[in-house]
């Protein structure tokens, strides 16, 4: 093809002359074929690109194609049950429901229902009316240690910092979760203004990094997070392990997104990229970290103090279990994310294959605390890929009190999971540093329509357990949901993920499926 181009660049300025000559057309040939002829050039010239190299022209529009090949999948060829991380089916209803549209859906589900994996939840021929059921639910979060204890709402916006996402969708975030009566998790990029303005009651998270409570040379300040901790908006401090995303690894912020105000709220330099380190500085080991989760509930006046964790090593927890017993010291919340879970930027490998997925994680945390009977002391959230009302329900029957969702209140928005969250140049203004392009999100609508998807999303789910005849969130459990195995084969959950009895892991005896994560206790 390179000798190729050579000829069709000679044909091409015979042609201009010809033109030239009878028809007096040479300007505009030249304005069409000219640049064409020195971009092709380029091509053969430079060398970083085998295949421009190659194919000048015709290979340069392969990179192109490349690019815009997630687009026309997601826009012309993406049916009702495809598109990932989420599906268009479920970004649909986030919209509609954002929008106070109709959600319903027509002719019946596109669910394959015989396909392995299903699962969903039965109903009561004894069914409630949604009337019947507690319209407002709320989880009191604070142990004995607490004095001042908060009234969650059972579903939340989760983790995600100013830096990550721009100002104005922090401000509707925040906006949402004070018109809706919520929580809103600041992830760890630090407390903003932007998490402030509007006055939503704010989870502050605590990385690695320790943004909004760092000194100049990254260790943790007391005074710093005293001082943020006293704010009125702070309800709850939320200590981050790992995240599901990235478990094990840090947070990063790719260097275009650090501007100048992130660096100053962060106290980080401009410009670079801000890589927090995988594991804290301020404590060692899990009696460390009891003791700081002790001074922070000091230092913050007695307001609830958790971990955020995807479950990793399983002997671990269960060793940070028998350690909370030992000290007299627990955590009042504990946040489990799962290897589900989104973020802004992480490698392949974390993405994909480092972590345990959310459904087993939150199961094995609810069993291992009531194995030590301490699970009535410690509330537990959830988090992982949780957009509607039947996510809520298996998040609940499963163990936890509270749910945590970020990709979908990210879509109630207006992303369109057009994938360039780690580029800085989202096209909704949602995941950018960008001004121009964070100026398209109105704060004044956006934050009604988190509020609506929120609001709309926990009526679902009323309605679900309604459904079922029940009247509380918390008479879920896991006997209310199936799995389809193989074409012949249903489980119920309580059957995949069995129940253990209070304090068995206290005694010399453990459950068959705890017995080994036991003995790797003793052998560390």
């Known amino acids: 093809m390179r000798n190729e181009f050579i000829v069709f660049s000679i044909v091409s300025l015979v042609l201009v002359g010809v033109l030239s000559y009878f028809f007096n057309w040479a300007i505009w040939s030249l304005i069409i074929l000219l640049p064409i002829i020195i971009l092709g050039y380029y091509d053969f010239f430079q060398k970083k690109h085998a295949i421009m190299r190659n194919y000048p022209i015709l290979g340069r529009g392969r990179y192109i194609m490349e690019e815009l090949r997630p ?12 598109g990932a991380p989420i599906s268009r089916m479920f970004r649909s209803v986030v919209y509609q429901r954002a929008k106070k549209v ?47 204890a908060y009234s969650a709402s ?87 392990l790992s995240q599901g995303a990235k ?5 990063i912020l790719p260097a275009s997104k650090v501007t100048e105000e992130i660096a100053e709220i962060r106290n980080v330099p401009i410009g670079e990229n801000v890589l927090s380190p995988p594991s804290h500085t301020a404590f060692n080991g899990f009696k460390g970290m009891l003791h700081f989760i002790k001074k922070l509930r000091t230092l913050s006046g007695g307001k609830p103090i958790g971990i955020k964790l995807c479950i990793g090593v399983q002997s671990e927890f269960l060793a940070l279990c028998k350690e909370m017993i ?19 930027a992480a490698p392949l490998e974390f993405a994909n294959s480092m972590g345990m997925p959310y459904i087993e994680g939150l199961a094995f945390t609810h069993n291992a605390l ?61 995941a950018t540093q960008d001004k121009e392009l964070s100026a398209g999100l109105n704060v004044k609508d956006k934050k009604h329509r988190v509020a609506n998807y929120q609001k709309e999303t926990i009526h679902a789910f009323l309605e679900m357990l309604a459904a079922s005849g029940l009247k509380e969130p918390h008479q879920l459990n896991r006997t209310h949901i199936y799995r389809r195995i193989s074409m012949s084969e249903i489980k119920r959950y309580d059957q995949l993920y069995k129940y253990i009895p209070n304090g068995s892991l206290l005694s010399k005896t453990h459950p068959e499926e705890f017995a080994l994560h036991m003995s790797e206790i003793q052998v560390n």
């Open 154 to 240: 059972i579903f939340n916006v989760s983790a995600m910092s100013f830096g990550s996402l721009s100002s104005n969708a922090i401000e509707a975030l925040n906006g949402g979760a004070k018109i809706g009566g919520f929580a809103h998790n600041t992830g760890e990029g630090g407390l903003s203004p932007y998490h402030l303005k509007h006055g939503g009651d704010i989870i502050w998270q605590i990385g690695t990094g320790y943004f909004g409570c760092r000194k100049k040379e990254g260790g943790f300040s007391e005074e710093l997070f005293q001082k943020n901790a006293s704010k009125e908006s702070v309800k709850m401090i939320e200590i981050k």
């Open 326 to 344: 030992a000290e007299g010291i627990k955590p009042d919340f504990i946040s489990v994310d799962g290897g589900e879970g989104g973020t802004g």
């Open 102 to 148: 109709r959600d319903t859906t027509p002719f019946g589900t596109q669910t394959n229902l015989y396909a392995e994996g299903y699962e969903w939840m039965n109903h009561s021929l004894n069914a409630k009316n949604v009337h019947e059921v507690n319209e407002n639910p709320r989880v009191i979060i604070g142990g004995s240690d607490c004095t001042q």
């Open 71 to 82: 687009k026309i999948y997601q826009y012309f060829i993406e049916g009702e049950t495809d």
């Open 247 to 251: 478990p094990g690894h840090g947070g």
């Open 370 to 430: 009531v194995g030590f009977g301490i699970r009535e002391e410690i509330k537990i959230i959830a988090s992982g890929k949780i957009i509607n009302g039947f996510h809520m329900a298996r998040a609940i029957a499963l163990g936890a009190d509270a749910c945590y969702s970020a990709r979908a209140m990210m879509i109630a928005l207006g992303c369109i999971q057009a994938l360039e969250c780690n580029t800085n140049k989202c096209p909704t203004g949602v």
